[in-house]
C-alpha cells in the first residue's frame, strides 16, 4: 500500500529511558525508503504523561493527515491503553518477544517498570557506569594521559573523526572506561604513538574517516578555514594512518557509521565485555 507521503512522524514512547523502542525502531525504519521526523518520549508512567503523549501524537495526525508510526514499550495497563487510543499505527517492541518466549519458557512474564527495575537490578553495576563516565570525561581528547591502566580502551585518531561522541556511548550503555586522543596539525611533522600510551597498545584503536566527510563535518564548525581545507584533512588523515599501519594500530572508518555501530565494532575486535545495568 502507498503512503500519502514519504514523510511520516515515528514517535518512540516507553515508561523507561525508550533507548529500546528508539533501537529498534531505527533497525526496523532503515529497511524502508522513507523521510521521517523523530520524537523520542520517555518515562511515561503517568495517566497524565499518558494524555500529554496522546496529544501530542493526535496533533501530528491532525496536521498531516497521516497516521504517525508510534514504536512504544509500556508496563502499566492503564497508560499503555490511553497510548493506543491515538491516531497511529503501534508496534510494541516488548511484546513481539514477550509474547512467544513466555509460551516458549511455559512461564507468565512479571512486567516492572523498566526504570526502576534496571537501577535497583544492579547497584553495583548502576555505579561502575558513573564512575566509568566520569573517567571518560577526565580522558576526553588528550586532556588526561594518567591513570592509563584503568582504561578498557583508548581511541586515537585526527580532529573530528567520532572519538569523542564514540568513548562517551562506550561509557554510558556499557560501562567501558574509555580515552580518547587527538592527533593535531602541530603532531603532523613527527607523528608517534604517544609515550604514555605505549605500553597500552595492546587495547589502543585507532579512528580514521574519509576525506570528504571530514571535511564536511570540520566546516560546518569552522567554515572556510584551514583546519576544513580538503588539503589539510587529506593530509592529516595519510599521516595518521600510515602511523596506524607502521604501529600496527587496528583501526575503523567511521565515515558511513553511527556511534552506536562504531561502539560494537570496537566491542567486537576488542573482545570488550558488555557491562549491562
Known amino acids: 500500500m502507498q503512503s500519502k507521503t514519504n514523510l511520516r512522524d515515528v514517535f518512540y514512547v516507553s515508561d523507561g529511558t525508550a533507548i529500546t523502542s528508539e533501537t529498534l525502531g531505527h533497525a526496523v525504519l532503515g529497511q524502508f525508503d522513507i523521510t521521517t521526523r523523530q520524537m523520542t518520549l520517555p518515562f511515561v508512567e503517568s495517566v497524565e504523561r499518558a494524555n500529554s503523549v496522546k496529544q501530542q501524537i493526535n496533533q501530528a495526525y491532525e496536521k498531516t493527515g497521516v497516521e504517525p508510526l508510534v514504536f512504544y514499550s509500556i508496563v502499566l495497563p492503564e497508560v499503555k491503553a490511553i497510548i493506543e487510543q491515538s491516531n497511529a499505527h503501534f508496534y510494541d517492541v516488548l511484546n513481539a518477544l514477550v509474547a512467544p518466549l513466555s509460551e516458549d519458557l511455559q512461564l507468565a512474564p512479571q512486567p516492572q517498570l523498566q526504570r526502576s527495575h534496571s537501577i535497583a537490578k544492579d547497584a553495583d553495576s548502576y555505579q561502575d557506569r558513573i564512575a566509568a563516565i566520569e573517567y571518560t570525561l577526565a580522558h576526553d581528547d588528550g586532556v588526561s594521559l594518567n591513570n592509563l591502566e584503568q582504561a578498557d580502551v583508548i581511541l586515537l585518531g585526527v580532529s573530528r573523526c567520532g572519538k569523542t561522541p564514540t568513548c562517551l556511548y562506550l561509557a554510558m550503555q556499557f560501562g567501558i572506561r574509555a580515552v580518547n586522543y587527538p592527533f593535531i596539525a602541530e603532531d603532523m611533522s613527527k607523528l608517534r604513538l604517544p609515550k604514555a600510551i605505549e605500553p597500552y597498545r595492546y587495547k589502543t584503536y585507532g579512528l580514521t574517516i574519509d576525506t570528504e566527510r571530514l571535511v564536511e563535518i570540520r ?59
Do not use: W
Open 219 to 277: 566546516h560546518e564548525r569552522y567554515a572556510n578555514s584551514h583546519y576544513a581545507s580538503v588539503e589539510q584533512c587529506e593530509s592529516e588523515l595519510g599521516k595518521v594512518e600510515a602511523m596506524f599501519r607502521r604501529e600496527a594500530i587496528p583501526y575503523l572508518n567511521t565515515s558511513r557509521l553511527s556511534v552506536e555501530e562504531i561502539a560494537t565494532r570496537l566491542l567486537d575486535i576488542s573482545g570488550l565485555k558488555r557491562k549491562m545495568c
